[in-house]
């Protein structure tokens, strides 16, 4: 940054305080609706998390089956 702002001839701190207020405007607020990708990615998100649940409850139901088996 100090480079940049040597070469704009700029104080390095008012390049700073810029970029700050810059990346502060480009959040979203937070109560922003979600976009269309969001939504989806969201939607995709969900989906694989409740497969991974189900995996996890199999595979626990599968142990406890193999642990009291006694072969």
């Not at 940049?4 to 609706?33: C, I, M, Y």
């Not at 649940?53 to 142990?63: D, G, P, R, W």
Request: charged share 40%; glycine share 2%; no cysteine.
């Amino acid at each position: 940054m100090s480079e940049v702002a040597r070469e704009f001839e700029l104080n390095s701190e008012t390049l700073r305080g810029w970029v700050k207020k810059h990346q502060k405007q480009q959040e979203p607020a937070p109560d922003a609706e979600l976009t269309v990708n969001e939504r989806a990615r969201l939607r995709e998100l969900e989906r694989r998390n409740l497969e991974l649940e189900m995996e996890v409850t199999f595979l626990k139901k599968a142990a406890a089956y193999f642990a009291k088996d006694p072969r």
